[in-house]
């Protein structure tokens, strides 16, 4: 191919995004008063993460026809995401009093309503999009959220379960019953996260999390496996980075491994206070005391009432005294 073909060529290469962009554009110079248009295009800057113009667009589309239950649900999301809430409760109250079938408006005040932990009005909320369609695996999800955030997990368990069964590939329900299988140290947590992991293979929580079972019933060679692949891809994730030294500390007694590992964690969070007196107390082991007493002052100046790390400088400076 010549350079000339070659440039041509480039120059015909178009971005989707712009180019669906332009699309809405002439479809609203064609017909300026199509309501339906500008909150397509209000869709697309909001998605798109151009706020301002997507909040433009959305009051126009309610300036030609404000009886429209979607265009009010559509608000509400620009309104959440510029942090207004209550303007966004405002607009999905509207939302459902056009249209009481609106099933999505009622999740999303149910959402709202956990937010503000008005748990009893998100269970009617729930209850009323249940109605309107009861294979919609979101109530149940939420549900399920409310249960987990007011202690009943055996509730908060089954509605996880129950949206699963509805749609086997939710991926937050199936991190949610991870999340609580490993606090029972259950090996069901492995399913879950390998579940999720397999619908989003790009979740480093989820990873985590299953690298965080492995650690908590003993296998701390395949946590610390998993813990390598996250930084591998994720280079600043300090949680896996400080969890590798953890195990090298506590579990394996490496206290070099431990202190390279805490150092790399306080290089991207230097006050990372856990890792700070954790490195300390890796040094402590290897009997470095001045390393370790630099360690401990430092969390004490961070956190003067931090008591492990009072404890431990009590200890290093009896070392030091020789007393």
């Known amino acids: 191919m010549k350079k000339d073909d070659a440039t041509k060529e480039q120059k015909t290469v178009v971005d989707p995004v712009l180019a669906r962009l332009e699309k809405i554009n002439q479809k609203i110079k064609a017909d300026t008063l199509n309501a339906d248009l500008y909150e397509e295009r209000a869709e697309f800057y909001y998605k798109n993460k151009q706020i301002n113009e997507a909040l433009k667009d959305i009051n126009k589309a309610l300036s ?7 265009y009010y649900v559509t608000l509400s ?12 409760v405002v607009a999905l109250d509207r939302a459902v009093e056009l249209d009481s079938k609106n099933a999505d408006a009622w999740l999303k005040l149910a959402e709202m309503s956990i937010v503000f932990n008005e ?34 997990t055996i509730h908060a368990i089954k509605n996880f379960q129950k949206t699963l069964e509805v749609d086997q590939d939710f991926f937050d329900a199936h991190y949610q019953l991870g999340l609580l299988y490993l ?13 999720a992991l397999n619908i989003d293979p790009n979740s480093t929580e989820a990873k985590y999390y299953l690298g965080m079972y ?3 019933t003993g296998d701390y060679d ?5 813990y390598e692949r996250i930084i591998e ?10 969890n590798i030294g953890y195990i090298n500390l506590v579990y394996l007694e490496n206290y070099d491994e431990a202190i390279d590992f805490f150092t790399k964690a306080i290089e991207l969070h230097p006050n990372y206070i856990d890792a700070i007196y954790n490195r300390g107390l890796s040094y402590e082991m290897k009997k470095d005391a001045l390393n370790s007493k630099k360690d401990y002052e430092k969390v004490l100046q961070l956190s003067p009432n931090y008591q492990k790390a009072i404890e431990g400088l009590n200890r290093v400076d009896e070392y030091l005294n020789g007393e």
């Open 64 to 70: 030609i026809d404000s009886s429209y239950s979607k």
């Open 77 to 88: 999301d620009i309104y959440l995401e510029m942090g207004k809430l209550k303007n966004t």
């Open 119 to 152: 748990y009893k009005k998100a269970l009617g909320y729930i209850d009323k999009a249940m109605k309107i369609d009861d294979m919609n695996p979101k109530p149940y999800f939420l549900r399920g959220q409310v249960m987990l955030e007011t202690g009943d």
């Open 183 to 195: 606090e029972k140290k259950n090996k069901l947590a492995v399913d879950y996260f390998n579940n």
């Open 214 to 216: 492995y650690q908590e």
């Open 222 to 226: 395949k946590a610390t496996s998993i």
């Open 233 to 242: 891809k994720n280079p600043d994730y300090v949680f896996a980075i400080y």
